[in-house]
């Protein structure tokens, strides 16, 4: 009898359409073949062949990591989304303000002797001259 393993966790499972990749995969490579090839040929004889390739690589690349980048369960979009929320558009501004009790009473008429304990427990308090 042939064995089958089936995952539990059916949510994980993509549907492949084609060479084992998704639908979003073949979108994404086919975006970035459409731009990368054509800068590769415009840039190809001014700059030569390995700077033209670098180039190319550098413009695929973020289509490339549309594609493929995937953390818990969301893709580069949600991810960048979420950052920009985040630190952008709501940043979260936590103002602790508390009233200093020196600057309400500047001249310092109001003021609460110091109570000093010495080793003994007995509270002494500081005599006005």
């Known amino acids: 009898m042939a064995y089958v393993s089936v995952p539990k966790d059916l949510t994980k499972v993509k549907n492949k359409v084609a060479f084992n990749l ?3 995969h073949l979108i994404c490579i086919g975006i970035g073949a459409a731009v990368g090839i ?3 040929f ?5 700059l030569g062949n390995s700077n033209a390739a670098t180039i190319m690589v550098l413009v695929m690349l973020p289509a490339f990591l549309f594609a ?3 953390k818990d369960g969301m893709h580069l979009e949600d991810v960048l989304m979420h950052m920009i929320n985040v630190k952008m558009i709501r940043p979260s501004v ?7 009790y ?3 009473d500047p001249d310092m008429k109001n003021q609460v002797h110091d109570q000093r304990k ?3 427990g007995k ?3 500081k005599k006005e001259n």
């Open 94 to 100: 936590r103002k602790y303000e508390t009233e200093n």
């Open 118 to 120: 010495p080793k003994g």
């Open 22 to 24: 998704t639908k979003r």
């Open 68 to 70: 493929m980048y995937e």
């Open 38 to 40: 054509p800068s590769y």
């Open 42 to 46: 415009l840039c190809r004889n001014a």
């Open 123 to 125: 509270t002494v308090a």
């Open 102 to 104: 020196y600057e309400s």
